[in-house]
DNA sequence: CATGATCACTTAAACGATTAAGTGATAAAC
DNA sequence: GTTTATCACTTAATCGTTTAAGTGATCATG
């Protein structure tokens, strides 16, 4: 039974053994901790190399406890869509670039996270050192749970909390552009079709929109302030009916690419043009946006970047935990602004 | 040293102590492998439940050698490029999609691929059960090399290989419907603006366009054929000097929608307009191709079915050695059919 | 020439699970 | 009343590493 052909994988042991060093010795030539003799050191290398052994991550892991693994917590309801969802995704790019630079693996968890009891296993089962948490739907306990489970943890769009680290952009900042803009084009009656208000974007951006009218001294209209969708879903009705208002408006906030598509559609359909008639000002500058008649004006997030430094915070988060043995730091908050990006479907109010 | 505060994570020790039991009857209730009284199983569960016990995967999966976990190696040249690819990040959506039915993680590598000594560590490292290889560019030889590191292997847009499986899209058939759905709408002078030769789409594309030409009784003209890029940067020249030719084409047959939207653009700037001087049609029907005006015919490819196919495939793959004890099973090769989606960019013949 | 350093390793105990084999008690069978 | 089966566990080996502590040889020191 001993002497069966070598099927499986070699272990460490059998390096040992082919050298006639002990498993200690390989393990010290594989990280370089020790002082050996260069020859014992080549030696090693060189059976490595003949019976093709790579190191098993598991035992490493389960002795050092690190895997050098990012996990990822798919914040929305189906984490596939959370792939191919242009805001996501693009956060996503900024994750791995960075997690690549550091060295480091992204594992996408596919757990389902609704409700505090599924949530958990596999975020602390050890097969990563921390995780990002990106854009939970508000109203989840997950980012109350969470952080007892895994202390290492930055989350991306995600209410605040003690003890975790969050990376968003500026809503406030990027409602407040988009409806400056139109105002300085001379706009008075502006509406705003929001997103989605289970989301945490939600209040922010509706007060940046507020507060622009506000510092104008516009009084703000109720009609005027439609909560849309953002898959773009709803956006055409609302238009149509924003249009058939008595004193119609000359500008619309979209709360995204999607919804401003459909607007621009619907303001057409209405015999009306863009921007001649109605501005229309959308939101994360998607690709589509740039590609479109007329060219959409919009605001630009800094998605990748987000993903980048919230990777950059998680991985000395647990460089931090790893020397200090799990003293928690206390929360680090990073607010990155958003660009208002001018291209052809905004233009100066029109004298009648 | 002993009575510190406990501030690591239990361990199944520390349950067994708890109650009083011994770790394997923690770890039968944990598996439900053998018959246990139901007060000890209840005993058990309420100790996990207290301590917020969650078992480490990294010890059962050193003991188990499985982590329901999936790897992807990402085949482009930057990997972070790849998550926002619009044609990798749908197989992606597939895989994830798939992977969560099934209850497997997806884990991302982040290594370089680039030269066979490079890779492989971490794709035999345990931390994942198989592993999925996307697109890899032509030329390299990670496909040689990757099988005898890791037998669950599954490739999609991979070049065929002996013992690993292979999941495509019928490039050969994209090809001849694109120029079919021309030449029957009467056109003769069909040009073709090819993807990257280095991708292994290249040929069977090709192909298919000569194939329909040459059922179509229409002599190829290699003025007509020009190797342009997927990220559409050289489409705009190679489109003006195809409207320059002496006898210009009615119809151009560009190897993606980036490149389509270009060649559009430069139809239009040459005073000519889409489609009633020249037809074109795209491939990949990317979000924005139903979005532009006109908007764009082109070739629909089943991405998302083939990241669930190929995950299938993996899936099953990595079952069977499980139980069978690693025998090599022969390798399987699917090919999903593109379809054409008609739209506003093509049209009949001009009779002139 | 005993003492101490230094070198180049080896020994052996973890890490946190799983699981085949063993055990003692009770119940059923003959 | 001995044998056998079943139940409900426990014992202990194992998975493939890492690493603190130990060891024997060689060399320099006072």
Redesign the interface.
Known sequence: MKTQTR?Q?PTIKDIANACGVSTATVSYVLNGKSVLRADTRERVYQAMRDM?Y??????R??HTKT?R?LGIMLGTVD??????NPYT??I???V??E??RQ????????DDWLGADAS???I????TDGILVVAPILGTDIMDTLP??QPNIVAISAPARPFVDIVDVDDFAGGRLATEHLINLGHRRIAYLTGNSDLSSYQPRLAGYLAALDVAGIEPDNRLIVESHFDGSLAGAQTKALLELPERPTAIFAGNDAIA?QTVSAIRDAGLSVPEDVSVVGYDDM??AS???PKLTTINQPLVEIGVTATTMLIERIAASESSG?LRRKAENVLLAPKLVVRDSTGPLARR
Chains 1, 2 share one sequence.
């Open positions: 099927l994988k093709n790579h190191p098993n991550a598991l035992a892991g389960l895997m693994a984490p596939s869509e959370f792939v191919v995704s693009r996503l790019q900024g791995v670039q997690a690549r060295k480091f693996h992204v594992t996408l968890f596919t958990g296993p596999s602390r089962d050890g097969r007892e489970m598509f690709p589509a590609v479109v008649t799990g």
